[in-house]
């Protein structure tokens, strides 16, 4: 490794060619010694180099070797977490032997390439045994520095030593490395995980028009340069929080999924039934586990979709565990809110004043968006996107069809998220162009559903909630 650092990899793998020649002849002699129990010539510690060495400069070395190799190393283990000291590296005159530290063998394990990095996942108890007894052997010793640490216990040496205290710790940080990625692991298993996305999602995605400080914006603009950008030109990398509200349908989700896909992060995504799983009973212990692995998350978007009677105005009539769960959230959320790379996401069909003004306050989320339908110019060019899609038309039949949109124009503004693409997907199976008049029969019979559905009511209320969006300073 130093010689690689000093000359590069290139230089490395042709001047060192030789070396790498007897490591394979090495890694199979250790194998055979130790598959006949060969007590003079078996060492672990050349087994475990050879191995180690071979896979970090990209030996071809079959897998059923390479596990057969990783079996031997911990079935060696002893019971106490450690293995024996094995043949010396050399003899100190005065002091005796010096050996292979075990703790600089097992922190080699982590250089091995990701793709060998499963194997050791299967041996976390062994891994857990070489931490307990880092825990059981910890030494203080006692002098006017109060030094701490561990021992290599060459010959008579018994005290804490520095170099093998080093070790120890270096050991630990990529240990700690690996059972955080673990757990990262298991959530995205245990939870439902975006981890990919079409093609031009987020260009996609259509905008909507929000009002904040006397002024429309568009949530894509606010939350590409507010955050996106932020956290990719690495201008503000702590934790960002988000409150979506509004009407159902109007594409909340969509958002989520859109700043996912435009920072490459993988999108997790909680819902009610998450925190339900043992009853209400549950609730507050399921939360408490629940926020307590989003802890080692680095590097993705969480969604909680649908809380709507979590973060409701809580109430002496409402159930005590509801209560309860909103209570125990608020510390939560605040905690989230001091990590990094991390964005966290609300979404609720709630209006602004059926939200409880503890989740809304300053700290917990830097912004609250009223999510309504789509500005009516986005489903515009949506739509005649659809229509020009592999059709040359004429001039005169475009201006048909545009006037068709215009005077539909009031009835199209109703139209949520999902219902202008269920719009474009009848106009698209349709032939439209011998008989555009199929347009307008399309947009009356979803608006007249629209209104069977009281989705203008919902409409309304998005409009009286219009000026509770907003932004909070960051800190």
Known sequence: MSYEAYFGLDETLKTLSKGLEWLESELFRQIAFFSANDEVEKDIYQLGYSLITLLKYKKKITTPIIEKAFSILFGDQKENGIWDHYHPLFHYPEEGNAYCHVFELLRSFFLIPTEYQYILKNYIDNFEKTRKWIKNYEQTKENDYKTYGWCSYHSHWTGPESWATAAVFDYLREYNKMIEQLIVE?????????????????????????????????????????????????????????????????????????????????????????????????????????????????????????????????????????????????PKIQELHEKHYLIYIFNTNNTYDKIDKAIIRPGRFDFILNIGPPNYDEKLKLIKDIISKGNKLEEAKLKEISDIFDDKKVKIQLFLYFEILELCKEIKNIDFISNPSKISEIIDRQYDSIILNEKKDEFNEYKKNKRESKIYPRK
């Open 186 to 330: 298991h959530i995205f298993k245990d939870y439902k995980t975006i981890k990919t996305f079409p093609e031009k999602f987020w260009d996609q995605l259509l905008d909507c028009d929000v009002f904040i400080n006397e002024r429309t914006d568009q949530v894509k603009s606010i939350l590409n340069d507010k955050i996106i950008n932020q956290i990719i030109e690495k201008k503000d990398t702590k934790a960002f929080g988000i409150l979506f509200f509004g009407p159902p349908a109007t594409g909340k989700t969509q958002y989520a999924k859109g700043i996912a896909c435009k920072l490459k992060w993988p999108l997790i995504i909680l819902t009610p039934s998450h925190f339900l799983l043992e009853g209400f009973a549950g609730i507050e212990k399921l939360s408490t586990e629940i926020f307590k692995k989003l802890e080692y998350l680095k590097n993705v978007v969480i969604l909680f979709d649908e809380l709507d009677e979590f973060i409701r105005i809580r109430k002496d009539s409402d159930q005590y565990e509801s209560r309860l769960f909103t209570t125990s959230m608020l």
